[in-house]
């Protein structure tokens, strides 16, 4: 395991705002995808929202940076257990794509989809109340295409994998549907705070 070592010489593994199990990357950010990075461009990018939702809803590259723009400033946790401080991501609240898309009272769960294939599943309600993006910018530069651009989803407060890079878009229903890494063992919900990272835990 790689880990950044503080002059202590140990993991920084006791810093305020650490989950639980987890460790200080530092400066690094790994990158983990099932995927080869996809040759996917700004032009091609789509975002779209469907499923149980009054209105049916597409963005391109241009629509969706019409909308208002919002800035992640926090932290990240992956569930191999390194945890990032201080990142800045910039994009777009999901509260204002789903509010144009308005979801059905009976909608609970979302299935989010890449345009690599990957899916993920989460609770509506962890996607609305200022707590999720769809994210472009990393430190003021473009979404490097390794780590989800040209744009990734960004729920920082669930395990990194329910964070699906080169988002497609979100497929809302009434019930839950394990995604990729949840049909393989993992987590339905990945609330790091809880380690939540496998079925059953
Ligand atoms: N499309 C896609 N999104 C993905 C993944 C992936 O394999 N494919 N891996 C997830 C996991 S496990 C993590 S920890 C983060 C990693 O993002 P990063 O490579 O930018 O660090 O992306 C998540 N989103
Ligand atoms: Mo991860």
Redesign the pocket.
């Known amino acids: 395991m790689n880990v950044t070592r503080g002059f202590s010489g140990r993991p920084r593994v006791d810093r305020p705002g650490l989950p639980p199990g987890q460790y200080d990357a530092g400066d690094d ?7 080869v990075t996809p040759d996917l461009t700004p032009a091609d990018w789509t975002f779209r929202i469907d499923g149980l939702v009054r209105r049916p809803s597409s963005w391109d590259w241009d629509a969706a940076h019409a909308l208002p723009a919002s800035v992640y400033e926090g932290d990240i946790h ?3 257990s390194w945890s990032k401080f201080g990142v800045r991501f910039g994009g777009v609240s999901l509260d204002v794509f789903l509010e144009a898309a308005g979801p059905l009272p009976e909608a609970t769960h979302v299935v989010a989809y ?1 345009h ?1 294939g ?1 899916t993920t599943n989460l609770p509506l309600a962890d996607l609305t109340g200022g707590r999720a993006w769809v994210a472009w910018e990393f430190d003021g530069r473009p979404l490097a295409p ?3 651009g040209p744009a ?1 989803l960004l729920v920082p407060h669930l395990y ?2 329910k ?4 988002v497609a878009g979100l497929h809302l229903l009434d019930h839950d549907e394990p995604g990729f ?1 949840e049909q393989n063992g993992y987590h339905q919900r990945g609330n790091p705070w809880e380690e939540q990272r496998f079925s059953g835990d």
């Open positions: 950010w790994p990158v983990l995808s099932a995927e992956c569930v191999t890449a690599t990957y390794e780590h989800g990734r990194f994998w964070s699906a890079k080169w890494w």
